[in-house]
């Protein structure tokens, strides 16, 4: 089991940037495929960023491709999301999720272990 703590959240305006960070509880770099997602209120959680256990493979939703970059540091057990260029339909709640694998996850029902979430809101 991976606890998982997210950071970084806040309230900005449109075009401005927030850098959401993932703290996980042990080694993440054992092996352990991370992602984002995210969840607006009344709408399902969706798959934002992932990157798999040694950071050399990423995938992104097409809503936030060339605008968010995930990356992550073993060495601090941590990922990272970098939001710039940020719009108002990029308001949520943001969870980090860990799982052991070496490949890339890119769904829900893909991870066992989730952060309590960070909000994030983009006003207009």
């Known amino acids: 089991q991976v606890q998982l703590v997210e950071s970084g959240g806040g309230l900005v305006q449109a075009g401005g940037s927030l850098r959401l960070s993932c703290v996980a509880s042990?080694?993440?770099?054992?092996?352990?495929?991370m992602g984002w997602f995210r969840q607006a209120p009344g709408k399902e959680r969706e798959f934002v960023a992932a990157?798999?256990?040694?950071?050399?493979?990423?995938d992104y939703a097409e809503s936030v491709k060339g605008r968010f970059t995930i990356s992550r540091d073993n060495a601090k057990y941590t990922v990272y999301l970098q939001m710039n260029s940020l719009r108002p339909e990029d308001t949520a709640v943001y969870y980090c999720?860990?799982?052991?694998?070496?490949?890339?996850?890119?769904?829900?029902?893909?991870?066992?272990?989730w952060g309590q979430g960070t909000q994030v809101t983009v006003s207009s």
């Open positions: 999720a860990a799982q052991g694998s070496t490949r890339v996850l890119t769904t829900v029902g893909g991870y066992a272990n």
């Open positions: 990157i798999n256990w040694n950071g050399g493979s990423t």
């Open positions: 042990r080694r993440t770099s054992s092996v352990y495929a």
